[in-house]
């Protein structure tokens, strides 16, 4: 992938390239992305600065990032006590099986990446599936046809 | 405006209160996250459009708060002045709401709470039992203020603590206040908040941080996300009043990643507090000067541990260090650093305000206060609870939450996350208190409070659990890094049947080591889980082992399906719903399951109505 310069100067710039908000600035290109481009991290190492292998070693890290390109819809299964206990795992392998994926995955067509997440904080609608931003509440197996399909 | 002197700060106060007619109809809607996800942002443009169409827009007020607590009952909506508590609120109601309750004072009962006991229809949110035993203190402001407005917040007596402080109180009678009133940190280790100050306070140096943990990484709590979400000043109020005591300039909050609303409330919060003159240089006119930024997290849960998260503040992977050297003297960019977590710095202005004598009168012999915890899991009344310490496990469980649903069994409450641990239904009259839920074999925690029925498999708790920390361990020290994973196989092999009852002393001494020798708070208590359930639950260990049975139905490798003809109508809907085209049968014949091709996905045994599908 491409990546644009000016966007990435524009971005290390609001944080007037200090080395403390390297998290910060990988989120926002994260968020322009949806991943982060190769080129963007050796990018950030240089302008900033920054050894490439703290910049790795930061972008690996956190489960917030991502190397891999995302898919256009990202379906975050909540996986915390809550969830677990009113049986996200079923729902989890349910959307497995419909997608032909596993957790952490994209498909092939790029429509769908499907991640776990720890816990999203909407513990007392348990098990929750967020898709691009959008909360499911109470999810059973089910029900994961028709919010796929309400897309 | 700036704000310049606490005289300017009580005008523009008794100003909000004048210009406030306390019998102007307001609409309170909820927007905490909970609401969010069930759809609330409808029903608030349903309001919005329906006051406007019905040309009453001047004489109504709409209010967007934060978090009620009662998630499960979302979308809330309440009327004032009379406090009329509508739940489950379409945008369909909206219309009706406006002109037959807000314009004709008629209450509209099918939008009432009904308890599931008496059957009774209750009309204010004081009425219902989930709210009754509650003392809500720091929530609070969470029905009353729109925390997107600072006038608000004002309105409700906001940042007169902060006026108090730098009318005439001294950084030393300030943490002398904190330390009379007990009150401890909510972040899970309880060190009292006092004492932690006054050794930042007497730390050498001049620059000094004061940090706000807003980190949450607990799976299954969200008590810190409402507070910040709801109710932002409080936080940032405390953040203040802590930096005049403990001699900072620069204050931080670390929010985690996955709290957008959080962030965009904070983000609004303090610049509203910047331009009142409450944040900045020269604080309502004093010589003190303070300000706080706001950073976002990575999603990683050790990155709530104190010195992982000053090491992500510094752009550094969340590692964190040993505390032979204290945070109080070398924390972030090795200067002294104080850190404390959301709830704790929004409960400093309630101190201030009414007194320690007040504060500690409330609460047990060590832990003083309240304490709010996230309800949730098998049980009747999901959602954020704020109680006062001392309240038993039972009251809250039974009283607030209403019991457990579809009449099943209690089993378990976990407390304290995954440093935590289960307690069973014989200590459920033990108090919300420090030192009891951690001689318990738990811990308070950062308040979690997951209920657990008949349908819990302990050992896959314990379980999941221990794959969390795994996967969550940073890898730095090699107890915790090893450690855990070969814990999280031994319980995987429990689970799934070829567990050993030697297994179970190998767990034992796996998890001396990872108390003893782990370099953090995250390996040194990451066996609790499972050292709690074999410690209360050792029996369905022992099924798992020697029966090779999952007493709760859970372990898939230990369950098998199957169908009763007795039972079966055969409507045919477990076959239209199997996945993997394991069940067979003609019309209105009892169908039949082939073990063989069953993936145990339970979708049958869900969808059936009859009860005709078993589980063994
Ligand atoms: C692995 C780990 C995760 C933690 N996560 C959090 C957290 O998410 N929020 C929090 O406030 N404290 C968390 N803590 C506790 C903090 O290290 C620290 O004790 C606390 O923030 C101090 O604030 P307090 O005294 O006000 O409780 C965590 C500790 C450990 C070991």
Redesign the interface.
Known sequence: MDVDQSKLESIIAQYDA???????IL?DIQAEYSYLPVDALEYVSKEMD?PRV?VY??AT?????SLKPKGRQQIQVC????????GSK?VL??LE?KLEIKAGDTTLDGEYTLET??????????P?VVIN?E???QM???KVESILSAK | MKLTSIKELEDLRAQILADKDPDKPCITICGGTGCHASGCENVISAFKQGLETEGVSDRIDIRVTGCHGFCERGPIVIIFPQGIFYQKVAPEDAKEIINETVVNGKILDRLLYIDPITDEKKIHESDIPFYQKQKRMVLENNTLVDPTNIMDYLGVGGYSALAKVVNGMTPESVIEEINKSGLRGRGGGGFPTGRKWESTRNAAGDIKYVICNADEGDPGAYMDRSILEGDPHSVIEGMIIGAFAIGSSDGYIYVRNEYPLAVANLTIAIEQAREHGLLGKNILGSRFDFDISINRGGGAFVCGESTALMASLEGMPGEPRAKYIHTSEKGLWDRPSNLNNVETWANVPLIINKGADWYSSIGTQSSKGTKVFSLVGKINNTGLVEVPMGMTLREIIYDIGGGIPDDKEFKAVQTGGPSGGCIPEALLDLPVDYEQLTEAGSMMGSGGMIVMDEDTCMVDVARYFTNFLQEESCGKCVPCREGLLRMGEILTDITEGRGTMEQLSLIEDLSELLKDASLCALGTTAANPVMSTLKYFRNEYIAHIKDHKCPAGVCKELITYGIDPDKCTGCGACMKNCPSGAITGEKKQPHVLDTGKCIKCQICYDVCKFDAVTKE
């Open positions: 200090q080395k403390g908000s390297l998290i910060s989120q920054i703290q070693g930061v890290f956190f489960k917030a990032f996986m915390g006590t809550a969830c677990h206990v009113r079923k392998e349910e099986r997440v720890n816990c999203v904080g909407a513990c007392a609608l348990g929750v931003d909360y499911h509440g059973t197996p089910m």
